[in-house]
């Protein structure tokens, strides 16, 4: 890991931490207090303006490197859970990389699977050559699997 992600990581973890929040809560009520000793100057306003401008500009840099290791490392760990499992359809594993239509088509696959489990015509049609995995033992990660059809054709 490089010293960014390792900074941004550090960084996340402590800016998420309960007394971090309280102590940024204690900021601003010492800024509120400061209002009438400064007259709530365009001065006053500016200080709070500015350091909640560049404290927020940071953090959305560090928390989106943070967010996208998490998701890679998510997509990675499901992705050998379905290597793993010999009824996954390993066709699925790319599905961060698949348009919005392929995704709604899928989604819309699944509801109507999910509907009627049993389902062998329409949308719910087996995939070409594929037999019912109950009666006759599939290889490990087959690419056809009984009643589910790929998305993209």
Known sequence: MNIFDRAAT???RLTGHAS?????CLIIVIW???GPVLGYSDT????INTSTTIVTFLMVFLIQNTQN???EA???KIDELLRALDAADTRLVDLEERSEQELARLREHYKALAA???ATEGTCEPAQGA???RAIPQPRNQSVRSRVQDPRS
């Open 74 to 76: 998510l997509h990675l």
């Open 32 to 34: 509120g207090a400061m």
């Open 20 to 24: 971090i929040f309280a102590l940024a």
């Open 131 to 133: 037999r019912d995995s």
């Open 116 to 118: 009627n489990p049993t």
């Open 44 to 47: 006053w306003q500016l200080v």
């Open 10 to 12: 550090h960084f996340a």
């Open 69 to 71: 290791r998490d998701s």
